[in-house]
Antibody
C-alpha cells in the first residue's frame, strides 16, 4: 500500500536551517509528484508547492520562494523540504502529500513533521 | 489567489443529526474542489474529490455537491467519529484551502 513516512520533529534556533524528509513506498516514486503543505498551530493547511519526481523540477507557491527548497533522491524514493534562515513564524507541521492514482486531490499524506523555531 | 470561505466556523450538533457545511470560492473552480477531514494530531484525510465523488473507503453518509463557486458537504447522520475539522480545498488554480469548519459535539 502507498505510504509516505516523514522524518521526526525538529527544534531549531532562528536563523538555522532544517531538512525534512518524506520516504515513499508502495508505488513507483517517479510516477507521481510530491507536494508539500504547511499547517501552523491552530491554522488551516497552506499549499507550499510541488516537485516533479521525473524531472526534479520544483514549483513553489507564492509566499514560499527564496528560503524553501524542494529536492529529491530518487534512488531511495525520498523527497526533501529544506527551509533556510528559519523564523519563529515557520513553526508548523509540514506534510508531504501525493494525489490519487486517478485524480488530482491529495489522497495520501505523510504523518507530518513538527518544526519548532524558538530562541 | 482563489480564496475559499467556509461557513459556519463552528457547528455544534449531536450524534445522529445532519451536518451541512458550506464552501464558497472567490472565483469559479469548476468542480475542482475537495473536502478533507482532520482530527487532532492527524494528517488530513480526503473525503470528497471533484466536488461530489467519495474517496476510497469513505462512508456513504458523506456527500458533496456544488460547482463553480458554491459547494456543500453533507453528513447525513453524525457518528461519534465524525466530530472533527473539515476543510475544503481547490485545485483549479494552484491549490488553496479554506480555514475550516469545526464540527463539535453539542
Amino acid at each position: 500500500q502507498v505510504q509516505l513516512v516523514q522524518s521526526g520533529s525538529e527544534l531549531k534556533r532562528p536563523g538555522a536551517s532544517v531538512k525534512v524528509s518524506c520516504k515513499a513506498s508502495g508505488y513507483l516514486f517517479t510516477s507521481y509528484s510530491v507536494d508539500w503543505v504547511r499547517q501552523a498551530p491552530g491554522q488551516g493547511p497552506e499549499w507550499m508547492g510541488w516537485i516533479n519526481t521525473n524531472t526534479g523540477k520544483p514549483s513553489y507557491a507564492p509566499g514560499f520562494t527564496g528560503r524553501f527548497v524542494f529536492s529529491l533522491d530518487t534512488s531511495v524514493s525520498t523527497a526533501y523540504l529544506q527551509i533556510g534562515s528559519l523564523k519563529p513564524e515557520d513553526t508548523a507541521v509540514y506534510y508531504c502529500a501525493r494525489v490519487q492514482s486517478s485524480g488530482n486531490d491529495f489522497e495520501y499524506w505523510g504523518q507530518g513533521t513538527l518544526v519548532t523555531v524558538s530562541p | 489567489e482563489i480564496v475559499l470561505t467556509q461557513s459556519p466556523a463552528t457547528l455544534s450538533l449531536s450524534p445522529g443529526e445532519r451536518a451541512t457545511l458550506s464552501c464558497r470560492a472567490s472565483q469559479s473552480v469548476g468542480s475542482a474542489l475537495a473536502w478533507l477531514q482532520q482530527k487532532p494530531g492527524q494528517a488530513p484525510r480526503l473525503l470528497i474529490y471533484a466536488a461530489s465523488n467519495r474517496a476510497t473507503g469513505i462512508p456513504s453518509r458523506f456527500s458533496g455537491s456544488g460547482s463553480g463557486t458554491d459547494f456543500t458537504l453533507t453528513i447525513s447522520s453524525l457518528e461519534p467519529e465524525d466530530f472533527a475539522v473539515y476543510y475544503c480545498q481547490q485545485c483549479d488554480t494552484y491549490r488553496t484551502f479554506g480555514r475550516g469548519t469545526n464540527v463539535e459535539s453539542k
